[in-house]
């Protein structure tokens, strides 16, 4: 163990030509689906923007533009944001970070998301050398838990057992407030996850919703949100099956609940109390991490 630490700090303080962290092994199996062809080249823009990747759309092109290799996985590996990536891949040597490339890939037939993202996973393997393992790992983490113990918000109800999950065509009239707004765009949707966007109409105002669905699929999709620098576990004890809408203002993504003067409406953070009655609390809890083991530059095309 003390060997492969000393390796890993060795390799960010070098950052040496390989970005190699220990003797190269391969584990993804034979069977791992791959792209037909893809070609992977340093980005050298200079643009300060973000990067790109089309990965969630339909059919068998791949087009990922500036991504560093911890954005690549985290992309592979279904993490939901950068903050996310950041948190639970580690192992990774500095450069890693700070080195951009451009993918462009293509897939025999139309394969889902899913399926691309193996597609990845093996393009990873095979060009940059990358091999890691799955820890659980003691983390920071926050903790979804009740404002009141045995109390819900005023949007947050326990899921009828009879009730509709059919999705329902969008209202001709402009709904009252932001919560019916909102009910209004979740029923265009089926059950059994959590949706969201803009409001219409309201390009500051954003919403999230979902019929069927547990707080660990709440508490999953708040750790979406860049929001929130560290991974979002249940930890309010109940497991029974929900129905919500939440309401909140763009232009007010703080994690303090001070009012801004500058814009009206609630943060995520208050609407989180006074809308669901949930609270989140900064703890230490168990997070499934990306142990990066060995990488490397990818190999040219």
């Not at 580690?90 to 462009?104: K, N, R």
């Not at 129905?243 to 814009?263: G, K, V, Y």
Request: proline share 6%; charged share 20%.
């Amino acid at each position: 163990m003390k060997t492969r630490r000393l390796a890993i700090a060795i390799a960010f303080a070098v950052c040496n030509r390989t970005w190699q962290l220990m003797p190269a092994q391969t584990r993804m199996p034979t069977a791992a689906p791959k792209f037909e062809a893809a070609s992977i080249k340093p980005n050298k823009s200079v643009d300060v923007g973000g990067g790109r990747s089309n990965l969630g759309q339909k059919g068998g092109y791949v087009r990922i533009f500036k991504h560093s290799l911890r954005m690549l996985m985290g992309i592979a590996y279904d993490l939901p944001n950068l903050s996310d990536a950041g948190n639970r891949i580690v192992g990774l040597p500095g450069c890693a970070d700070s080195q951009y490339f451009d993918i462009e890939a293509r897939a025999e037939g139309s394969p889902d998301s899913a399926q691309k993202r193996l597609m990845l996973q093996s393009l990873l393997a095979e060009r940059f050398k990358l091999v890691m393992h799955h820890e659980t790992r003691q983390r920071p983490v926050f903790a979804l838990v009740l404002l009141q113990a045995g109390k819900l918000g005023p949007q947050l109800h326990v899921h009828a057992d009879d009730s509709s999950c059919d999705t329902a065509a969008s209202g001709a009239t402009q709904p009252s407030s932001p919560e019916a707004a909102a009910i209004s765009e979740l029923h265009k949707f089926p059950c059994g996850r959590v949706v969201g966007g803009l409001l219409p109409n309201q390009p500051n105002q954003a919403w999230s919703g979902g019929r069927r669905v547990t707080m660990e699929m709440i508490a999953s999709s708040l750790g979406g949100d860049e929001l929130f620098d560290r991974p979002i576990i249940d930890r309010t004890g109940d497991h029974r099956i929900f129905d919500f809408t939440i309401e909140w203002h763009t232009l007010l993504q703080s994690l303090s609940t001070a009012p801004s003067a500058d814009a009206s409406g609630i943060t995520l953070v208050e609407a989180l109390r006074d809308q669901l009655g949930l609270k989140l609390l900064a703890q230490r809890g168990p997070v499934d991490v990306l142990v990066v083991e060995h990488a490397e530059r990818p190999t040219p095309n």
